[in-house]
């Protein structure tokens, strides 16, 4: 069977909170049956809860409480994602969508536990994951960019300009930049510094061949999506002294190259 590239669409999306006052006398006691912006929104919560955290624990609980407050936009992005596979669902998924909207109602206080529901995400989307991450990762870098570049930042002095014409002049792009990551951060743990590499380089350099990249990016956030989101003022800062550092190459006579 062909698998497609997403094509990236709008849509309508409506947080869980939102779900759950416009059910609030229904919650616990009577089925309701959703609308198609409803049941989406829904499954792709929970395309990111049972991507990311596949076993549920106690530690677990706490941070997918976290993801359901659905204020945090990096904890978002898995949910985004989600959301775009089932805008691009084929004809046989697209079926059972159909039929789990019109066919059944549910009682909200139970949805996220939902077998068929769960079935649903795990055929019609986990399960795609193993070709999707690397759209995935691509995905999350672009999103993720939006939170820990400071835009103002970027600009002034024709910032991005510089950073962008000395990475395209940079052989070994990634080297390049996590050196400069760490020498403005020593203290950097050795993910924190993959993913804001691969973040760096996303946003400033426009190279391809970044499949490995992509795939990288898939494992680091799968296993750390909470983290991510609750260090990411840590990780601005770590972004915007990395750019007013001198990004300028070593051109002098004997100077070594990358």
């Known amino acids: 069977m062909e698998i497609k590239p997403l094509v990236f669409k709008s849509y309508d999306y409506v947080k869980w909170i939102n779900i759950r006052k416009k059910y609030n006398d229904e919650y616990n006691t009577t089925p309701v049956f959703l609308t198609e912006i409803e049941l ?3 499954l792709a919560l929970l395309f990111s809860i049972r991507y990311n955290y596949p076993i549920i624990n106690k530690k ?3 941070e997918i409480k976290f993801i359901l407050i659905d204020e945090h936009p ?3 992005i ?17 079926e059972w969508f159909n039929r789990l909207l019109h066919n059944k109602s549910y009682l909200l206080s139970e949805i996220l536990k939902d077998s068929e529901l769960n079935e649903f995400v795990h055929l019609a989307l986990i399960d795609y994951m193993a070709i999707r991450k690397f759209e995935y ?10 939170s820990i570049f400071d835009s103002n930042e970027v600009l002034i002095n024709t910032t991005f300009d510089k950073i962008k014409d000395t990475l395209d002049n940079t052989s070994n792009k990634l080297e390049f930049i996590a050196d400069k990551i760490l020498k403005a951060n020593p203290m950097t743990d050795i993910k924190d510094l993959l993913i804001m590499s691969f973040a760096f380089n996303e946003y400033f350099s426009k190279s391809s061949n970044k499949d490995v990249v992509y795939a990288i990016t898939n494992y680091i956030v799968k296993e750390n ?3 991510l989101s609750i260090k990411k003022n840590i990780f601005k800062e770590a972004i915007n002294k990395t750019i007013k550092r001198n990004w300028n190459l070593n051109r002098g006579r004997g100077g070594h190259k990358l």
């Open 60 to 62: 677990s609980i706490d």
């Open 40 to 42: 989406k929104s829904i």
């Open 137 to 146: 990762g691509k995905f999350f870098l672009k999103e993720y960019s939006k």
């Open 74 to 76: 990096i904890t978002r």
């Open 78 to 94: 898995p949910s985004l994602f989600g959301h775009q596979m089932l805008e691009n669902l084929d004809k046989e998924h697209m």
């Open 225 to 227: 999506i909470y983290l």
